[in-house]
């Protein structure tokens, strides 16, 4: 249970390109989703914060007018890059919480997407 | 502010021998801890996970941590590693009520190498 998948696996665009990154959450409905970022070699960090039918909250020096998030449903949320640019490219990662189980801090990790943009 | 700080980047061990990875925190109140795992070109797969219950916690393919308030450490442990463990580790700490506590603070990782 609680498994939640990424579409698509990696993705390669040309600058100036926006590109569209679906988490989905496939056996739960998730109250909650969030996006990370991870560099390589490096650890996560939170990009944004998510709740179905409200809009993202984001971290602070994250530009919410590049990175467009969606929530519009319990099961699905999605990450646009907007205009991107080399220094975009990075492994994307969502993950999805939810309170039905009962644990409302555990959150439940996508394969991630890897995005390279030239 | 909550803050976790893995003290290895790289752990080296031989197939069969103890795995120790370790982990302090930094936190204004009782935190909730956890540790992950991330295989190359794979999500992030919850290993266990300490919500004030009992201080040793046990996670699954035989992982274990313990929490220990006066030395503010959640290290990892295995008794024998199997080749299969080596990935990526991090440890984790939810972040702050006041900032809504499902948000995690991420440590660095601990790369952990596993040789026959």
């Known amino acids: 249970g609680a498994v939640v998948s990424q579409h698509p696996s990696w993705v390669i665009c040309k600058s100036g390109t926006s590109v569209k990154i679906e988490c989905r959450s496939l056996?739960?409905?998730?109250?909650?989703m969030f996006w990370y970022r991870q560099f390589p070699k490096q650890s996560l960090m939170l990009m944004a914060t998510?709740?179905?039918?409200?809009?993202?909250?984001?971290e602070q020096g994250v530009e919410k007018d590049k990175f467009l998030i969606n929530h519009a449903s319990l099961t699905l949320s999605t990450l646009t890059v907007t205009s991107a640019h080399p220094e975009d490219s990075s492994f994307y990662i969502c993950?999805?919480?939810?309170?039905?189980?009962?644990?409302?801090?555990?959150?439940?990790f996508g394969p991630g997407t890897r995005l390279t943009v030239l | 502010a909550q803050s976790v700080t893995q003290l290895d980047s790289h752990v080296s061990v031989s197939e069969g021998t103890p795995v120790l990875l370790r982990c302090n925190y930094s936190?204004?109140?009782?935190?909730?801890l956890f540790w992950y795992v991330q295989h190359p070109n794979k999500g992030l797969q919850l290993l266990l996970k300490?919500?004030?219950?009992?201080?040793l916690v046990k996670g699954i393919n035989g992982f274990e941590a313990e929490f220990k308030k006066s030395e503010t450490s959640f290290h990892l442990t295995k008794p024998s590693a199997h080749m299969s463990d080596a990935a990526e580790y991090f440890c984790?700490?939810?972040?702050?009520?006041?900032?809504?506590?499902?948000?995690?603070?991420f440590g660095t990782g601990t790369r952990l190498l596993v040789s026959p």
């Open positions: 993950s999805a919480s939810t309170p039905i189980a009962g644990i409302t801090d555990t959150q439940y």
């Open positions: 984790v700490v939810s972040r702050g009520r006041n900032t809504g506590f499902q948000k995690l603070v």
């Open positions: 936190s204004s109140y009782s935190p909730s």
């Open positions: 998510s709740n179905e039918g409200s809009k993202a909250t984001y």
């Open positions: 300490y919500t004030s219950a009992a201080t």
């Open positions: 056996d739960f409905q998730a109250t909650t």
